[in-house]
């Protein structure tokens, strides 16, 4: 087990080495100049030498990206003289539109992101997977038709749309929420679950049909197999028969989805965020972009790769608890 985390700790981090290269190349070698577009409209050539000499784009291409893989895991200083930039570990940019590095604006933001997905994947695993365990358990019975119905129907609803409709039947018309905003949860716990539960049901709805239909295929192929017989043969209960064998074999695919997803959205819950206006790193992503501001996009990029690499890993981890077929080496 130990050899193996190891190995898969090393795979990880080869990963995110190929991503940082990947996006260095994408935003540091692709464009014509970076340092224009950080430089904005009021540019002159003197800012914008000044920018080429801080963002270090007049050394050779080998050394920008040694000197950006260095800022990532050791800090660095954009520049020098009365106009050095101290970023500090983890470095990941430096927002000359902000004036702030890239970092501390992401962590400026990150708390709402992760407000929203962990609230939502919380509802749609559970209520997908409840869902998905009684439909394959009730298989061809019109129940079971019933709600493979409502989940495909749910699925084919765009987020955006599921928020506007949510926002106008609950807020404008029933007036049983306010409109969504952003509530830290040390200073007021009841103010910030009442302003992310339709963020929440937006996502939860989309999310929990997929895996509504994820769980019964799972679950259908996995009451079938012979070790859930030869379980009802022993005179289990049927209730220790789905739960302790069926289930925990049957969730292995399930787990794996869910950790890719749990992941994207850690990146920023772009349309979410967009519809209720939250102030998270979809917000962040999609005002970068709008004013061109490559370091900011390149650090949320960077950001969520991680989050989905690390949530694979601990997914590969979590197999061994859910299925006892499944050993390390």
Not at 162 to 189: C, K, R, W
Request: proline share 6%; aromatic share 10%.
């Amino acid at each position: 087990m130990i050899r193996y985390l190891a190995l898969r700790l090393l795979g990880v981090a080869g990963v995110l080495l190929v991503i940082c290269a990947a996006t260095f190349t994408i935003f540091y070698v692709f464009p014509a100049d970076p340092a224009l577009q950080a430089c904005g409209k009021s540019c002159t050539p003197e800012r914008l030498a000044m920018l080429h000499h801080q963002m270090g784009l007049d050394r050779p291409l080998w050394r920008q990206f040694t000197d950006y893989l260095t800022g990532v895991l050791a800090g660095r200083t954009y520049g020098d003289g009365p106009h050095a930039v101290q970023c500090h570990f983890p470095c990941l940019g430096f927002s000359y539109q902000n004036d702030t590095p890239v970092w501390d604006l992401m962590m400026d933001r990150l708390p709402t992101t992760l407000s929203i997905a962990a609230g939502a994947a919380l509802l749609w695993l559970a209520g997908g997977v409840a869902a998905g365990v009684l439909s394959a358990l009730r298989k061809d019975t019109l129940l079971d038709r019933a709600m493979m119905v409502g989940t495909l129907t749910s699925a084919s609803l765009p987020v955006y749309f599921t928020a506007m409709t949510l926002m106008v039947l609950v807020v404008q018309i029933g007036g049983l929420l306010p409109y969504s905003s952003y509530v830290p949860i040390g200073s007021d716990p009841v103010g910030w679950a009442k302003n992310l539960v339709l963020p929440w049901a937006a996502l939860a709805l989309l999310y929990a049909a997929m895996y509504a239909r994820l769980t019964r295929a799972s679950m259908v192929e996995t009451m079938a197999e012979p070790f859930i017989r030869t379980a009802r043969a022993k005179g289990l209960p049927e209730r220790t028969v789905v739960v302790k064998h069926g289930l925990r074999a049957g969730l292995t695919p399930v787990f794996t989805v869910f950790g890719m997803d749990l992941g994207a959205l850690l990146g920023g819950a772009v349309i979410t965020e967009s519809v209720f206006g939250l102030p998270g790193l979809g917000q962040l992503t999609i005002d970068a972009i709008d004013k061109s501001d490559q370091p900011v996009v390149m650090g949320v990029a960077l950001l969520a790769a991680f989050f989905i690499t690390f949530a694979n890993l601990v997914v590969d981890l979590v197999y061994a608890l859910l299925d006892p077929q499944v050993r390390y080496a």
